[in-house]
C-alpha cells in the first residue's frame, strides 16, 4: 500500500518537471539572446548605381563606348520593433493559470495554519494582478476578483477541510476545472478589447511574485547546497570542511557584492559581468539537496514532503520561464526587479546561513560524521535566527539600493498594461502607459522606444523627437540612436544624424551598427576618406559592413579585395556590380550562385538589382527565360516600384544577346512611356546605332536626348552629331558643355558615315583606298558582318586574310573563308560563330548578310517581307532595300515597292537603283 501511495504521490511531480525542463531551456534562450526580442536592428538596403562598360564599337581611332547602370547595395541598420507574439503571452498565460491550480492543489494538502497563510497570500496576489481591469459591470469594479477568489479557493478549501484523502491529479482538475470556470466567465461578460490578451499579460504578475517567493524560500540554497555536497564526499574523512565552504561562501558572496555593485551603478567593474538571473540554475540545482536535507530532517511540515517537493519543482520551473516571458517581452523593470531580489536573498541568506553554520556546527563538521543529517536540527530557534537575520540583511540592501524595487514594481506593471493595450492596436493608450513605466524607472528601453514609435505612427514626430533626445541624454540606448537619426534623415538633416552617431559611438564603442550607418553618412556628405576608413577597418566584424565597404570601393573607382569564403546575396550582387566596373570577366561560379540566390530571394530590391548586375554582360545565350521571368515579375504587384527598371533591364537582356531591333524599339517605347528616363534611353539608342554606323538616327537620338535633360556629352558624341550631319548642333553642345572635341582624319569623314547607305563593291573599294590600317582593320570585320552578301568570293577571301594578320587566329573565321556560302548551315554557323551571335539571324537588323539568309529561309512570302521590311526601318542597305521591293512585287504591293524605290533615291542615284533593279538579286 505504501509503495502504491508512493507512486500516486510521485505522479504530482511529473507536470512540474515537464515544465521544469521545457522552461529551462527557454530560459536559456533568453538569457543568451542579448540583443532583445523587443525590437530587431535590421539591415535595410537601398541602391546606388555605377557605369559599367558593357561593349566598346572601334572604327580607328574613333572609340564608341556603352556603358550601362549596375546596382550596388548599400545597408543601413534601422530598429524596428518586432510584432509582439499574442500566441506566445496567452500561452505564458495557460502555464501560469496550470502552475496556479498545481500550486493550489498543494496548498490544500497543508495544515491548518499554513493553509491560511497560503489563502491570504493568493488573494493578496489576486489583488495585486489588477483584474479589475476586466470591467465587468463597472470600470474597475471587484467583480473579477470576486468572482476568481471564489472561483479558486472555494474547491481548495472543500478539499482541505472535507475530502482530506482525495488524491493530488483530483484536487488539481477539479481546482482547475472551478478556476476554469470562473476565468472563462469572466472572459466572456468583459467588454474590454480581447480580455484574453489581458488576462495573459497580466499572468506575469503572480508568477513574477510566486518566483519571488521561491527566491525567499531557496535564498541560501547555493551555499547550503554545497555544504550538502561537501559534506556527503568528505564523510569517513579527516577534511577541513570549514575552510572548503568558507573559500566557496566567500567566493560566491563576492560575487554577489559584485553584482550588487553593477546592479547600482555606482562602481565600474573591471570585468564584464554576467546577468544575475543565470545564478537561478545553481539556486536550483544545489538548493534541492538543500531542500530535500530540510523536509527529511524536520518534523513540523507545511505539508508531506512529496507535495513540498512538488512545489519546490513548480517554483523551480515557473521562475526559469518567468525569466524567457519577461526577457521577450522587453519588461526591463521586471528583469531587473528579479535580478535584485534574487541577488538581495542570496546575499543576505547566504552570509546569515554561514553564521548559523559555524556557530552551530563548527566543532563538528571537521569530524568526518555525517553532519548534513542533523544540519537543520534543532530547527524552530536558531533556524529562525537565520531567517530573521537574513530578512534584516535584505531591508538594509534594499536601503543602500535606494529602494528602487518600489519604482521597479510600479514601472513594470505599466509596461504590462503598455504592452496589452500595444497588442490591441490602441496606440495612444500605449504610448502614454510606456512613457509613464520609462518616467518611473530609467533602465527601461523597451518603454522609451515604443513610446517615440507609437507617437511616429500617432503623426506627432516632434514629441517623439523629443523623447529620442531626452533619452540620448540621460539614458542613450542602441535603437533609440538608430531611430533618431532614421527620422533626421528623412528630414534631410545628415549632419544632425553624424553628430549623434559620433556620439553614440562614445557610449557604445566599436558598435558595428552606429559604425556602418555612420561611414554611410559620412559617403552622403561626401567624406569618402572617413567613410573608407571606417568600413575597412571594421569590415571583418560584420557582414554588412563588408559587403558596404565593397561597394563604396566601387563606388570611389578604387580596386576592391573580395571576401573569401561563403557570402551573402548582396555581397554577391555588390562583387559582380565591383569586376563589371573594372572590366573583368567574372567567374562563372559567382554568376551561377547569383542566379540560385535569386531563385530563393523574397525582397523584390535585391532580386532587380541581381538581374540588372546579372545580365549586363554580352551573351550568346537565349534571353527567352530570362526575359519571360523578368516579364512575370514586373507584373507582380510587390514589385511596382521597380516596373520600369525591369523593363530596363530586360532589354538590357536583349541587347546583351545582341537583339539590336528589338532593345532599339523597346528603349523608344520606354522613353515615352517614363518620360523622366527618357534622356538616358536616347542616349543608349544612339551608342547602340552608332556602334552599327548609323549615325544619321544616331544623332537625332542625341538630340533629343539633350532636350529631354542628357548632360554627360564625351568627345565621340560630337563625332556622332557630325557624322549624323548635325554639325550645327555638334558646335553648339560643345560649347554649352565644355566638350573637348576629338580631332579625326577626313578619311574617317569620308568613309563612316556613308556605310551602310553604300552599295558593297563601293565599301569594298573606299576600305581598299584607307591608310588609317586601325581603321581598315575594324572596317574589314565590318565589311564581312554587313556587306559580304554584296561581295566576290576573292574579295570576301581577302577581308578575311587582313583579318588574320591583324587579328588573333580564329577557326571559325577560315571555316567560313573556305567556303563563303549563306546557303550552306555549316558555312552560316561558322560565320555567325565568329561575329559571336547567338541563333536568330534577324536579330540585328544592321547585319544584312544574315537578314537575307533569314529571308531566304522563309518560304512564306508575306513573312519574308515582313523580316526584310522590319531590318529596312533601321538598315539603308541597298541590297536589302531592292530585296523588299522585289519581295514587295511578289505579294501584289505594287505601291510599296514604288514608295520604297522613290526613298532609295534620297541617298541613291537613279542609275544605280536601275543597275539594282536590272542585277535582279
Not at 553532519?371 to 537543520?376: A, D, G, K, S, T
Not at 554606323?693 to 544623332?699: E, G, M, P, R, W
Not at 552560316?828 to 533569314?854: C, V, W
Not at 522563309?858 to 531592292?882: C, G, H, K, T, V
Amino acid at each position: 500500500m505504501s509503495k502504491y501511495s508512493d507512486k500516486k504521490k510521485a505522479l504530482s511531480q511529473i507536470p512540474a518537471l515537464l515544465l521544469l525542463v521545457a522552461a529551462g531551456l527557454f530560459a536559456v534562450w533568453g538569457l543568451a539572446y542579448e540583443e532583445g526580442f523587443y525590437r530587431q536592428l535590421l539591415p535595410a538596403g537601398f541602391l546606388d548605381s555605377v557605369e559599367v562598360p558593357f561593349h566598346t564599337q572601334s572604327f580607328g581611332d574613333l572609340k564608341l563606348p556603352i556603358y550601362l547602370d549596375n546596382y550596388i547595395v548599400f545597408q543601413e541598420f534601422k530598429a524596428i520593433s518586432s510584432p509582439f507574439g499574442i500566441a506566445e503571452s496567452k500561452a505564458f498565460g495557460l502555464v501560469v493559470f496550470l502552475v496556479s491550480v498545481l500550486a493550489l492543489a498543494g496548498f490544500s494538502h497543508f495544515k491548518k495554519l499554513p493553509f491560511l497563510g497560503a489563502g491570504l497570500g493568493w488573494i493578496v496576489l489576486l489583488t495585486l494582478t489588477n483584474v479589475n481591469g476586466l470591467n465587468i459591470g463597472a470600470p474597475s469594479s471587484n467583480i473579477p476578483l470576486i468572482g476568481m477568489i471564489v472561483g479558486s479557493l472555494v474547491p481548495t478549501l472543500i478539499f482541505h477541510v472535507w475530502l482530506e484523502r482525495a488524491s493530488f491529479l483530483i484536487r488539481s482538475v477539479v481546482i482547475g476545472l472551478g478556476f476554469g470556470a470562473s476565468v472563462g466567465i469572466l472572459l466572456y461578460t468583459s467588454p474590454i478589447s480581447n480580455p484574453a490578451v489581458y488576462l495573459a499579460e497580466q499572468a506575469l504578475v503572480p508568477a513574477l511574485l510566486f518566483a519571488v517567493a521561491w527566491l525567499f524560500w531557496q535564498g541560501h540554497g547555493v551555499i547550503s547546497g554545497l555544504y550538502v555536497v561537501l559534506a556527503r564526499i568528505n564523510t569517513n574523512l579527516n577534511t577541513k570542511i570549514s575552510i572548503q565552504i568558507s573559500i566557496l561562501a566567500l567566493v560566491y558572496f563576492g560575487i554577489l557584492i559584485g553584482q550588487l555593485a553593477d546592479l547600482r551603478g555606482t562602481v565600474t567593474l573591471p570585468f564584464h559581468s554576467f546577468s544575475p538571473l543565470w545564478i537561478v540554475f545553481p539556486i536550483g540545482i544545489l538548493g534541492w539537496f538543500s531542500t530535500r536535507e530540510k523536509l527529511q530532517q524536520s518534523e513540523d511540515l507545511a505539508a508531506r514532503p512529496k507535495i513540498l517537493k512538488t512545489l519546490y519543482f513548480l517554483g523551480f520551473g515557473l521562475i526559469l520561464l518567468l525569466i524567457w516571458k519577461v526577457r521577450f517581452a522587453g519588461n526591463q523593470p521586471a528583469e531587473e526587479l528579479l535580478k535584485h531580489i534574487l541577488t538581495y536573498t542570496q546575499a543576505g541568506f547566504t552570509l546569515f546561513f554561514m553564521v548559523y553554520l559555524m556557530t552551530n556546527f563548527l566543532g563538528v563538521m571537521n569530524s568526518g560524521k555525517a553532519v548534513e543529517r542533523i544540519l537543520f536540527k534543532p530547527f524552530s530557534l536558531p533556524y529562525y535566527h537565520l531567517r530573521i537575520g537574513g530578512l534584516i540583511a535584505i531591508l538594509v540592501i534594499m536601503v543602500y539600493m535606494e529602494a528602487v524595487v518600489a519604482a521597479q514594481f510600479n514601472s513594470l506593471t505599466s509596461n504590462i498594461m503598455g504592452d496589452y493595450y500595444y497588442q490591441t492596436g490602441q496606440k495612444l493608450e500605449a504610448s502614454i502607459l510606456y512613457e509613464n513605466s520609462w518616467d518611473s524607472y530609467r533602465k527601461n528601453p523597451k518603454a522609451k522606444f515604443l513610446t517615440a514609435q507609437l507617437l511616429f505612427d500617432l503623426n506627432q514626430p516632434s514629441l517623439a523627437k523629443e523623447h529620442l533626445e531626452q533619452s540620448f541624454s540621460e539614458a542613450p540606448q542602441l535603437d533609440n540612436i538608430l531611430l533618431l537619426c532614421e527620422r533626421l534623415n528623412r528630414e534631410n538633416k545628415p549632419f544632425e544624424v553624424i553628430f549623434y552617431l559620433e556620439n553614440g559611438l562614445k557610449r557604445f564603442p566599436e558598435n558595428p551598427y552606429l559604425l556602418n550607418n555612420l561611414a554611410l553618412y559620412y559617403t552622403l556628405t561626401q567624406q569618402h576618406e572617413k567613410a573608407q576608413l571606417l568600413l575597412e577597418s571594421h569590415s571583418s566584424n560584420h557582414p554588412v559592413t563588408r559587403s558596404n565597404s565593397i561597394a563604396l570601393q566601387t563606388k570611389l573607382n578604387q580596386e576592391v579585395s573580395f571576401p573569401d569564403g561563403k557570402v551573402d546575396l548582396i555581397t554577391q550582387i555588390n562583387a559582380l556590380a565591383a569586376i563589371r566596373k573594372s572590366g573583368k570577366t567574372p567567374e562563372e561560379d559567382l554568376i551561377k550562385s547569383i542566379r540560385q540566390n535569386l531563385k530563393r530571394e523574397t525582397s523584390p530590391l535585391l532580386i532587380h538589382a541581381g538581374w540588372r548586375n546579372l545580365v549586363t554582360e554580352k551573351t550568346i545565350e537565349d534571353p527567352l527565360e530570362d526575359l519571360a521571368l523578368l516579364d512575370s515579375l514586373s507584373k507582380k504587384e510587390e514589385f511596382l516600384d521597380y516596373f520600369f527598371d525591369l523593363q530596363e533591364t530586360a532589354v538590357l537582356r536583349s541587347l546583351a544577346a545582341d537583339r539590336i531591333m528589338e532593345a532599339v524599339k523597346n528603349l523608344n517605347g520606354l522613353a515615352f512611356r517614363n518620360p523622366g528616363d527618357a534622356a538616358y534611353y536616347l542616349q543608349l539608342t544612339a551608342m547602340i546605332q552608332a556602334q552599327n554606323l548609323d549615325f544619321v538616327k544616331a544623332a537625332k537620338d542625341l538630340i533629343v536626348a539633350e532636350e529631354k535633360g542628357f548632360r554627360a556629352f564625351a568627345p565621340y558624341h560630337l563625332s556622332i552629331l557630325r557624322y549624323g550631319g548635325q554639325e550645327s548642333q555638334a558646335y553648339s553642345i560643345e560649347r554649352k558643355f565644355q566638350v573637348e572635341d576629338q580631332t579625326l582624319s577626313p578619311e574617317y569623314g569620308a568613309m563612316l558615315p556613308q556605310f551602310n547607305e553604300w552599295l558593297a563593291e563601293k565599301a569594298w573599294e573606299n576600305w581598299k583606298n584607307l591608310s588609317s590600317s586601325d581603321l581598315k582593320k575594324d572596317l574589314a570585320f565590318r565589311l564581312i558582318a554587313q556587306k559580304s552578301h554584296g561581295l566576290k568570293r576573292a574579295q570576301i577571301q581577302e577581308l578575311g586574310s587582313y583579318l588574320e594578320e591583324n587579328t588573333p587566329y580564329s577557326e571559325s573565321l577560315q571555316a567560313f573563308l573556305a567556303n563563303p556560302d549563306w546557303a550552306n548551315t555549316e558555312s552560316l554557323g561558322s560565320l555567325m560563330k565568329f561575329l559571336n551571335l547567338g541563333e536568330d539571324l534577324a536579330s540585328n537588323p544592321y547585319l544584312t548578310p544574315l537578314i537575307l539568309s533569314a529571308a531566304d529561309r522563309i518560304p512564306d512570302p508575306l513573312n519574308q517581307y515582313e523580316i526584310l521590311q522590319a531590318s529596312s526601318e533601321f538598315n539603308r542597305d541597298p541590297l536589302l532595300w531592292m530585296r523588299k521591293v522585289q519581295a514587295a512585287k511578289r505579294l501584289g504591293l505594287d505601291h510599296y515597292a514604288a514608295a520604297a524605290i522613290q526613298e532609295m533615291s534620297s541617298w541613291m542615284t537613279w542609275d544605280e537603283i536601275e543597275k539594282l533593279q536590272m542585277a535582279n538579286y
